[in-house]
Each structure stands twice: as C-alpha cells, then as structure tokens.
T-cell receptor, first 109, second 116 residues
Framework: KQEVTQIPAALSVPEGENLVLNCSFT??????LQWFRQDPGKGLTSLLLIQSSQREQTSGRLNASLDKSSGRSTLYIAASQPGDSATYLCAVNGNQFYFGTGTSLTVIP | DTGVSQDPRHKITKRGQNVTFRCDPISEHNRLYWYRQTLGQGPEFLTY????????KSRLLSDRFSAERPKGSFSTLEIQRTEQGDSAMYLC??????????????FGPGTRLTVL
C-alpha cells in the first residue's frame, strides 16, 4: 500500500519568508501528484498538478517539483503572506489516491 | 459552472440510522471520487466512478457503504446502520480523465456527518 508522508507537520514563519514543504511516497508507480490547500472546516483547493513525466510545475509564487525515482515532491512558496496560512496536502495518484496528513502552515504578519 | 456541490453540508443522525449524501460534479467531468476525512488527517479514498461505472473501491468501504452514479452525472453515497466511527467529513471531487492520466481534482465543500 502507498504511504504518503509530509514533513513538517506544522510550520510557523514570519511574513515574507520563502519556505519549502516536503512530501514523500513509498511507491514510485504513480500517474501524477497533486498539491492542495485546505482552510479550516473547508474543502480542498487544488494548487498544482504534476504528471509523472514532469519534473516541476509553477503557478505564481508556488513551485512544485517531483522526483519520482526517489519518491519525493516539494512545494516551494516564495514571499509568504498571512493569506497563505492553511494546511497543505499532497496526494499521489496510482491505482487509488493517497493523501498525506498535511503540513499546517502559519504565516505571522 | 459553479463547481462541485454537496448536499447536505451537515448531517446529525442517531446511531443505527441510514444516511444518504449527494454530490453534483462539474458538468463536463467524467470522473467522480468520494473521500472521508477525520480531524487532523488527510482525506482517505473511498471509491471513484468513471461515468456511471464504479472502478475502484477502498477496503475502507465496508458493506454498510454504497455509492452510485446512475446516469454518470450526480452521485450518492449511502451509509446504512451508522456507527459513531462513521463521524467524519465526506468529500466529493471530480475530474476529467484522459486515458491513464487524470486532470486536476476539484473538491466540493464536504458533508460533515455526526453520529450520536
């Protein structure tokens, strides 16, 4: 069974700092990997999708990388803002879909 | 298009009762997924449909759970004889599938179930 781990579980940074969130998975046979954010009590909002053949995707201040062979992905957030405070989840798509437990990010004004 | 919608948003029921949730996906999406999420955890995959066909079911989906997507549009998730352990947020998502790959999953707001 696919295991997805996200480190750290929680992160607190001052506004303006650049940061990296990590996601690792045990089975490299995936079709794609997706990063989401979730605000408290809400559904998930898709941030970036990386197909298995791709190495990275960028959207605004966000950049996600994928190293399928080592089972790792990172989400880089540049110039963090208080509005970025949320839980960030990665999900891998193999035969089923597996989510990590998330990283809770707090950006302090 | 208004995105993925779910109904109801909240449901409180007594143990042993049956409940049914509805999900309306984005109209052109051919895939529909159900997940369950408990506090502090990531969503756990339950099942997904491509059009009206149910293609995968998690072992989490016991025989008390059944999902349908009769016309390849909206879907229902029914839980029979609810137990307190069923209390969770039930999330629905949809995407457009091209072959083996899938496009971005778009999530609904979820249905929060509380079993007393």
């Amino acid at each position: 069974k696919q295991e997805v781990t996200q480190i750290p579980a929680a992160l607190s940074v001052p506004e303006g700092e650049n940061l990296v969130l990590n996601c690792s998975f045990t089975d490299s046979a995936i079709y794609n990997l997706q990063w989401f954010r979730q605000d408290p009590g809400k559904g998930l909002t898709s941030l970036l999708l990386i197909q298995s053949s791709q190495r990275e995707q960028t959207s605004g201040r966000l950049n996600a990388s994928l190293d399928k062979s080592s089972g790792r992905s990172t989400l880089y957030i540049a110039a963090s803002q208080p509005g970025d405070s949320a839980t960030y989840l990665c999900a891998v798509n193999g035969n089923q879909f597996y989510f990590g437990t998330g990283t809770s990010l707090t950006v302090i004004p | 298009d208004t995105g993925v919608s779910q109904d109801p948003r909240h449901k409180i029921t007594k143990r042993g009762q049956n409940v049914t949730f509805r999900c309306d996906p984005i109209s052109e999406h051919n895939r529909l997924y159900w997940y369950r999420q408990t506090l502090g955890q990531g969503p756990e995959f339950l099942t997904y449909f491509q059009n009206e066909a149910q293609l995968e079911k998690s072992r989490l989906l016991s025989d008390r759970f059944s999902a349908e997507r009769p016309k390849g549009s909206f879907s229902t998730l029914e839980i029979q004889r609810t137990e307190q352990g069923d209390s969770a947020m039930y999330l629905c998502a949809s995407s457009f599938n091209r072959g083996l790959s899938t496009d971005t999953q778009y999530f609904g707001p979820g249905t929060r179930l509380t079993v007393l």
